[in-house]
T-cell receptor
Framework: DGGITQSPKYLFRKEGQNVTLSCEQNLNHDAMYWYRQDPGQGLRLIYYSQIVNDFQKGDIAEGYSVSREKKESFPLTVTSAQKNPTAFYLC?????????????FGSGTRLTVV | QKEVEQNSGPLSVPEGAIASLNCTYSDRGSQSFFWYRQYSGKSPELIMS????GDKEDGRFTAQLNKASQYVSLLIRDSQPSDSATYLCAVKSGGSNYKLTFGKGTLLTVNP
């Protein structure tokens, strides 16, 4: 079955540590996105990529980095520069690069700072 | 700043009733509109999309769009307890804008 796989489901980060969240899709979608969701907040865009080897910052990119070396994969690194990383992280993809047909979401990664 | 506004709720309806969820958006050039359902602790799931003025029906769900009023709504007929979730409205602007802008969501509770 086609879909988006995020791993791990739960992740714990120590202060000053970098962690990487995995996102893989087999939908043959062109565009991929990373969102962050905090309690009582909407989804906020961190980074997006419309084609391989290209990505752009979203609204809250500070403290995060991404890569898009393959069409299927869009990993997100939460760096030590991100001061408040505890949140629910959602990866999404869309047909075409403009998102005109909506997004398909992965199951999410819940990151907690310990 | 393009905005999407929703009542945060909670909206509480009895089982079998019609639930009405509303959303307004600020960008008059918006072209595509979506409703997502998000169960607690889970990721959003696309349930409806609408692109032109009027109504679009899919089973118990009806999406309504009024671009002149910059308003989109979701009606859920014969509400079931399994419909209890947060409903997110998402809007895509026209032109080259790449992203969906999401509202904060409305929490719906359907009481048996």
């Amino acid at each position: 079955d086609g879909g988006i796989t995020q791993s791990p489901k739960y992740l714990f980060r120590k202060e000053g540590q970098n962690v990487t969240l995995s996102c893989e899709q087999n939908l043959n979608h062109d565009a991929m996105y990373w969102y962050r969701q905090d309690p009582g907040q909407g989804l906020r865009l961190i980074y997006y990529s419309q084609i391989v080897n290209d990505f752009q910052k979203g609204d809250i990119a500070e403290g995060y980095s991404v890569s898009r070396e393959k069409k299927e994969s869009f990993p997100l690194t939460v760096t030590s520069a991100q001061k408040n990383p505890t949140a629910f992280y959602l990866c999404a993809s869309s047909i075409g690069s403009q998102g005109s047909y909506g997004y398909t979401f992965g199951s999410g990664t819940r990151l907690t700072v310990v | 700043q393009k905005e999407v506004e929703q009542n945060s709720g909670p909206l509480s309806v009895p089982e079998g009733a019609i639930a009405s969820l509303n959303c307004t958006y600020s960008d008059r050039g918006s072209q595509s509109f979506f409703w997502y359902r998000q169960y607690s602790g889970k990721s959003p799931e696309l349930i409806m999309s609408i692109y032109s003025n009027g109504d679009k029906e899919d089973g118990r769900f009806t999406a309504q769009l009024n671009k002149a009023s910059q308003y989109v709504s979701l009606l859920i007929r014969d509400s079931q307890p399994s419909d209890s979730a947060t409903y997110l409205c998402a809007v895509k602007s026209g032109g080259s804008n790449y992203k969906l802008t999401f509202g904060k969501g409305t929490l719906l509770t359907v009481n048996p």
